[in-house]
C-alpha cells in the first residue's frame, strides 16, 4: 500500500494527465467564451488531436466509452492500493470534476436551456464561468501535480480523502 510521501518525476507527471480529461468535457462550455474572444480560440489547436481521441472513445462501444474510461480509472488506478497515493489522490479528483462536468450539462440542458433559451446571456454567462473554472481547476491541479503537491480544491479534495486511504 502506497502511503503520502515523496513523489518521483514520473509520478507527478502521471498525476497530471488525468485532468486532461475534465479539461476535454470542459470544452463543451466554451462556445460563449470563444465568441466572444475568437482569437484565443488557437489557444485549443495544441489539444485537437486529443479531442478527436477522446471523441472517438466517447462515441466508441455504442456511445459506452465514457463510461467504460471512467471506470478502467476508477477500477485500475484509484482502487489499486500498489499505485502511489499521490497519482489515485489525483486521478479521484480529475474525475470528480468530470462528474461535476456532467451534472452541470444536465442542469444548463435539461432544466435551465429550456426555460431561459440557449443564446440567452444567463446562460451564456454561466456556460462561460463553468469553462473558465475548468480551465483554472485544470491549471492549478496541473501546476501544483507537477511541483509534487497535492492540489486542494475544495469540497472536491475532501471527497477524494473520504475515499482513497
Do not use: K
Amino acid at each position: 500500500m502506497s502511503w503520502r510521501g515523496t513523489t518521483t518525476v514520473g509520478d507527478r507527471i502521471f498525476a497530471s494527465l488525468p485532468y486532461l480529461l475534465p479539461l476535454m468535457d470542459g470544452l463543451s462550455f466554451s462556445g460563449p467564451f470563444f465568441s466572444q474572444f475568437p482569437s484565443l480560440s488557437i489557444l485549443i489547436v495544441p489539444l485537437l488531436p486529443l479531442l478527436q481521441i477522446y471523441g472517438i472513445i466517447n462515441s466508441s462501444l455504442f456511445g459506452f466509452g465514457g463510461l467504460i474510461l471512467f471506470l478502467a480509472l476508477y477500477f485500475l488506478v484509484v482502487r489499486n492500493e500498489n499505485i502511489a497515493h499521490f497519482i489515485r489522490f489525483n486521478t479521484l479528483q480529475a474525475i470528480l470534476i468530470g462528474i461535476v462536468l456532467s451534472l452541470c450539462s444536465l442542469i444548463l440542458g435539461y432544466i435551465l436551456a429550456p426555460v431561459l433559451g440557449t443564446t440567452s446571456f444567463v446562460m451564456q454567462t454561466l456556460m462561460t464561468t463553468i469553462f473558465l473554472g475548468v480551465v483554472a481547476a485544470f491549471f492549478y491541479s496541473v501546476i501544483q501535480s507537477l511541483m509534487g503537491r497535492y492540489a486542494e480544491i475544495p469540497t472536491i479534495s475532501e471527497a477524494v480523502y473520504m475515499q482513497i486511504r
